[in-house]
């Protein structure tokens, strides 16, 4: 029988002791004992923790190295690296090549070759290696839902967890000022998918202290900005020129060096998120709310939020979705949809990684229930996990849903789900 499989599905038959533990011997002839088989290890270092077996009439404390062939061992330096000098058992699905501690003795090796059932690598391998959107998608609905719900709030807080690993290294990088890093994120998220780029150019290539000081008067702002944009010197109208000549004497007097204009794109986007405006919104919340971090931590609902990060655009802007070109006139107003991806990835985020820094559950808490009280993002992979019989509920569930499609189901983690586990327990 041809066997494929990832070494994630020999975690899964350890973890779970699925494998004949009749008469258990290492390779070297000494009886095995599994007292305890160790704690799973998802970070750096050997697969399960702090294991005790007996080889033999020796009790043995120590970690467990998983492989499907024993020559990994020699292929991924783990003889070389001090954190597998613990190994005390090392468990492969077949021994090729004799794995050695670095002092040159042979580690106790336990072969699973010929004691996991065909039929377990069978349902293990119909599980992962199908061609439908997610691999159980066919049968994810005989899972109770009480394990689907565990699970959905487990991915909740493992993205949230994702995100502050991303944040916090950048909060060092801008020297701990939590106003600056919220100041970054807000643009990276103003700019879109399209303008990304060059909203967190933007934003990072103005010192903080500059825009602290020009926050005070909104035209000076927008002048900062703008300017600084290079989206200025595209338009020929009374307006702009005004805000060119302010930036101008802003830029000598910080000696700032703006941006190149071919930076910012226009093309398939709606008028409505054009990067003129949304630099312009954005220089109204810097007038309005100033520092922002302490207001973003005290909030209490989700209403006070989106007042927060609420904007219209300045007056001019009420007949302009771009510099210089006159449209019907309308008040350029930050929609709730729009709002609520601020509040998501910004708001949410760093209340959670502030809980984080601090040590304080009630912080992480708090932001898991401001997801709650969003509604869930739609979108195609949302409508999809609909079909599967998950409908979510809020932001708390539609960010869940889209963690797990991206870090589980499509890199085929089925066993380090707690659904895919369970189908495979039957």
């Known amino acids: 029988m041809f066997v494929s499989f990832k070494e994630d599905f020999l975690h899964y038959i350890w973890k779970f002791q699925k494998y004949d533990l009749g008469a258990l011997q290492t390779e070297q002839g000494k009886k095995i004992t599994i007292i305890h088989p160790g704690y799973h290890n998802d970070d750096a270092g050997p697969d399960f923790l702090n294991a005790r077996i007996k080889l033999d009439n020796n009790l043995w404390a120590g970690n467990i190295e998983i492989h499907k062939h024993s020559s990994e061992w020699r292929q991924h330096k783990h003889h070389l690296d001090p954190a597998y000098d613990n190994v005390i058992l090392h468990v492969v699905y077949e021994d090729d090549k004799p794995a050695i501690y670095k002092n040159k003795k042979l580690i106790p090796t336990l072969v699973l070759k010929k004691r996991i059932q065909e039929d377990k690598i069978n349902q293990y391998q119909n599980l992962v290696f199908n061609p439908s959107w997610i691999p159980c998608a066919s049968k994810i609905t005989t899972v109770d839902p009480i394990i689907k719900s565990f699970w959905l709030s487990r991915m909740a807080t493992e993205r949230l967890e994702e995100k502050t690993k991303r944040i916090l290294p950048n909060l060092q990088l801008l020297k701990n000022d939590w106003d600056r890093l919220a100041y970054h994120l807000i643009a990276q998220y103003f700019g879109l998918k399209v303008n990304n780029e060059a909203f967190k150019r933007l ?84 007038n309005r709310e100033g520092r922002i971090f302490r207001k973003i931590l005290s909030v209490n609902n989700l209403e006070e939020l989106r007042k927060l990060f609420s904007a219209t655009a300045s007056s001019y802007w009420d007949q302009h979705y771009r510099l210089g070109k006159l449209s019907k006139q309308s008040s350029k107003r930050i929609g709730i949809k729009t709002l609520d991806v601020l509040i998501i ?82």
């Open 203 to 286: 934003i990072e290539s103005i010192p903080f202290e500059v825009i602290l000081k020009c926050k005070n008067d909104l035209r000076q702002t927008e002048a900062l900005l703008l300017g600084h944009a290079n989206l200025l010197q595209l338009a020929s109208d009374e307006y702009s020129f005004q805000l060119q000549k302010e930036y101008d004497f802003l830029s000598k007097k910080y000696k700032l060096h703006k941006m190149l204009a071919h930076e910012w794109k226009f093309s398939r986007m709606r008028p409505t998120n054009f990067p003129g405006l949304r630099i312009a919104q954005l220089a109204q919340i810097i």
């Open 345 to 426: 990835n910004v708001a949410v985020p760093l209340i959670f990684s502030y809980g984080v820094k601090l040590d304080e559950q009630d912080y992480k808490d708090k932001a898991i229930s401001l997801l709650e009280e969003i509604p869930p993002e739609q979108n195609k992979i949302i409508k999809k996990w609909k079909e599967c019989d998950f409908i979510a509920k809020n932001a708390v569930h539609s960010q869940a849903l889209l963690y797990l499609k991206r870090n589980y189901c499509d890199e085929f983690k089925c066993l380090s789900c707690a659904i895919g586990s369970k189908i495979m327990a039957g």
